[in-house]
């Protein structure tokens, strides 16, 4: 950058040149107050702060994404429940006279439509023209007597089954021991 000359001939730093050099002459020779030390001294190593919070802060959020994904697991297997039961209780309605054992017939449907959940951990309860019928099976000697014969058209069937609920983080288990997810349906027998 040139410098200036005036109508004397004289040359003259630039008004820009000469504030930057006042402000820089200023701030070297006005000592520091407390007040400025005091916020130079809190302010000075704070590199490394924010990364301290976060290893503070990780272990709660880890808590609670795993609790959001345990709790999304245990909502996906009852909405599997809930619908198996209503396919299995469609394939109940259907067989009359069709079926000796429709409590397998059943059952067969409602494991079909879960195949993320643990059969062996399912109880099983249906109700046929008002008797109950508790497991797997339940089958008859004729289409006309037994659980076969309360299947009759017009009437309902209602199956309910039961499924454990877990809900554990971490080996802390949330859920008590008697938990469980439960899904009901019952249809009109054809």
Do not use: W
């Not at 599997?80 to 079926?99: D, H």
Request: hydrophobic share 40%.
């Amino acid at each position: 950058m040139k410098d200036r000359t005036d109508l004397h001939g004289q040359t003259s730093l630039p008004k820009q040149r000469l504030s930057r050099a006042a402000t820089f002459a200023q701030l070297r020779v006005k000592p520091r107050s407390p007040r400025r030390m005091a916020r130079a001294l809190v302010h000075r190593g704070e590199e490394g702060s924010a990364l301290v919070e976060f290893a503070m802060i990780l272990p709660m959020l880890l808590l609670l994404t795993t609790g959001v994904l345990i709790f999304g697991v245990a909502m996906n297997n009852y909405m599997q429940l809930t619908n198996a039961v209503s396919n299995g209780a469609r394939a109940l309605a259907i067989s009359a006279e069709i079926t000796l054992d429709p409590c397998a017939t059943a059952y067969t449907a409602i494991t079909s439509a879960a195949p993320a959940l643990t059969p062996s951990k399912m109880t099983f309860s249906y109700v046929l023209n008002g008797t109950t019928y508790t497991g797997t099976t339940c089958s008859s000697s004729s289409v006309t007597s037994g659980s076969a014969g309360n299947l009759a058209s017009g009437t309902s069937a209602t199956v309910t089954v039961t499924y454990p609920l877990n809900l554990s983080v971490f080996g802390k288990v949330f859920s008590q021991s008697n938990a469980v997810l439960s899904a009901t349906s019952t249809e009109l027998v054809q």
